[in-house]
């Protein structure tokens, strides 16, 4: 009995390292990361394809991205907006009228000529309409 158990613990024990030899001594692979990345270089690939096809060739170079910085962003806070609203909508009066004011002078209509008065009333209609 003693050498059937130290023949089966014998072959074990060889199988066992066989076993460990056949393994690779790689790093790790995370095999999800390479499957992220090969997406990435996939879709940047059919991007670049997609633009290359829709590029004319009368066209020319496809200018980049702007990279302007200076204009300033108006970014304005609710009670900024609430207040340029409400000065929108506050009642202002309108500006008081002169009483004594005096309009252009009318020249006399019965010591003018047919053409005049018609100049003069093309004139008129003119400036009546805004």
Known sequence: MRKVLAIVVAAAFS??????????????VDHKKAAKT?????????QKSMEAASKSSASGA???ASTDTTASKNRPT?????????????????????KNAQGAPRPNASKMTQQERDAYRKDVVKEAKP
């Open 62 to 64: 496809v200018p980049g």
């Open 78 to 98: 609710s009670s900024q907006a609430m207040e340029s609203q409400m000065t929108l909508q506050a009642n202002k009066p309108s500006p008081t009228v002169d």
């Open 15 to 28: 199988l066992a390292t066989f076993g460990a030899s056949a393994q690779s001594t790689d790093a790790p």
């Open 38 to 46: 090969k997406k990435k270089q996939d879709y940047a690939a059919k």
